[in-house]
Nanobody, 116 residues
Framework: QVQLVESGGGSVHSGGSLRLSCAASGFTFKKYALQWFRQGVGKERELVAAIGTLSSDTIYADSVKGRFTIFRDDVVNTVYLQMNSLQPEDTAMYYC?????????RGQGTQVSVSS
């Protein structure tokens, strides 16, 4: 059974940090590229960061460059999103995806709320 389970969300003040985790099971994790998306209330879904099967291959949305870092641990089948200098505009539900060709697996999300 394929599962992607996000955790680590919460409520922080502006300037704070959170580390999101997405634990995977049920598929060959190391073969999949991994993505973090977010969607705020009334906003479109946004790709925040992605990492390829090689940890050196990463991309970030302009809005989070220099503040967020995506990394993966293929030993424990987990992808992380380290979020620093959080701002109220980062408030959203954060989701992870695993992608391999036409196969896409999605998690249920974890809420991040940043107050000013």
């Amino acid at each position: 059974q394929v599962q992607l389970v996000e955790s680590g969300g919460g409520s922080v003040h502006s300037g704070g940090s959170l580390r999101l985790s997405c634990a995977a099971s049920g598929f060959t994790f190391k073969k999949y590229a991994l993505q973090w998306f977010r969607q705020g209330v009334g906003k479109e879904r946004e790709l925040v960061a992605a990492i390829g099967t090689l940890s050196s291959d990463t991309i970030y949305a302009d809005s989070v460059k220099g503040r967020f870092t995506i990394f993966r641990d293929d030993v424990v089948n987990t992808v992380y999103l380290q979020m620093n200098s959080l701002q109220p505009e980062d408030t959203a539900m954060y989701y992870c995806n695993a992608v391999h060709g036409s196969e896409i697996y999605r998690g249920q999300g974890t809420q991040v709320s940043v107050s000013s």
